[in-house]
């Protein structure tokens, strides 16, 4: 299938956009601040000024569709967000597809697609088709930053759900996290201790150093020795791993790959999260492999791409 695709990454602070090809490699990209206190309309423009960038720079080039992956909960049957947190004003509700096909007009032609979904879930189609999980028929993709999130796709498809939340990990109920309030409002969950907001908030608990400010400046202590962010880091990366181990036994993923900033904290994390993961996991789970992401800020752009092509060949 010849032509190319539009790929867009809407993130809480950065939009980035790109023309890919049929193999979903980028062959230009722009990127610019997602502006997202502004609302839908300000988001939405700054893709569409990308767009025509871009488009501007490759005037010979066929354009077939336009793949999207956005912060807040998609139904990705209508290119519509169901639900958002703060980070985008007024985002809950915003016709994605349907606005962008609009603003880009003439540019785009009527047989093309939009293709819009969640950036986690767009993060995991470019790891499961071209990175970590390349070659895998299925894969559970989590990425551990300032949030935790996660992308499931079994036998090649997207797991997206009844209700537009499948793999959201975030919020599966994890033991270690009971003393610690969730981002949802309950207590328990994964993401209360497992995310880089989790993990530090863990570690006051524990009664660091209330000077500190961040789930790095933690890393760093914890590489120095100190005894509150040694526990701190183990302790959370032991919530993530005891909740791969429960995701894994109802899914069976060919594949488990982690990214994000958190994992990049290195051994000190990697390590007791396996050991957690090792000690839940019954004897079936226990060669499955647990990866490092391999794409890093490409994959959602190059999983958006995919998707973009999948849909236009009638295959999301
Ligand atoms: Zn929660």
């Known amino acids: ?6 790929a867009v990454d809407i993130g809480g602070t950065k939009t980035v956009a790109a023309l890919a090809d049929g193999d979903d490699v980028i062959l230009d990209e722009l990127a610019a601040p997602t502006r997202g206190a502004e609302g839908p309309g300000a988001v939405i423009g700054t893709v569409l000024r990308l767009a025509a960038r871009l488009l501007d720079r490759a005037p010979t080039a066929r354009l077939r569709g336009v793949g999207i992956g956005t912060a807040g909960v998609v139904d990705v049957r209508t290119g519509t967000i169901v639900s958002s947190t703060d980070t985008l004003t007024d985002w809950t509700g915003t016709p994605v597809a ?7 007009g003439s540019r785009l032609p009527a047989d093309a697609v939009v293709h819009v979904q969640n950036d986690v879930d767009a993060h995991a189609a470019g790891e499961f088709r071209h990175g970590a ?14 949030g935790v999130g996660a992308g499931v796709i079994l036998d090649g498809r997207s797991l997206r759900g009844a209700r537009h939340v499948a ?25 209360a201790i497992g995310s880089g907001i989790g993990l530090y908030r863990h570690y006051l608990t524990l009664g660091g150093d209330p000077s500190e400010t961040d789930a790095r400046g933690i890393a760093r202590r914890a590489a120095a020795g100190e005894s509150q962010a040694v526990q701190a880091v183990r302790d959370s990366a032991a919530a993530v791993g005891r909740a791969i181990a429960a995701a894994a036994t109802l899914l069976d993923p060919e594949r488990v790959v982690i990214t994000g900033g958190v994992p990049e904290i290195g ?13 839940e996991a019954i004897d079936a789970l226990q060669d499955l492999p647990i990866v490092a992401g391999t794409l890093g800020g490409h994959a959602p752009l190059r999983g958006a791409a995919a998707s973009a ?8």
């Open 267 to 279: 051994e000190p994390w990697w390590s007791p999260m396996d050991a957690a993961f090792r000690s």
């Open 1 to 6: 299938m010849g032509g190319i695709v539009l």
């Open 98 to 104: 349907a606005l962008v096909r609009a603003g880009l």
């Open 133 to 146: 999980a390349a070659g895998a028929d299925s894969a559970l993709v989590i990425a551990v930053g300032t």
């Open 167 to 191: 793999g959201e990990i975030a919020h599966v109920p994890t033991p270690g996290a009971g003393h610690l309030r969730c981002p949802c409002g309950r207590v328990g969950h994964l993401e």
């Open 309 to 316: 092509w999948a849909a236009l060949k009638g295959t999301p």
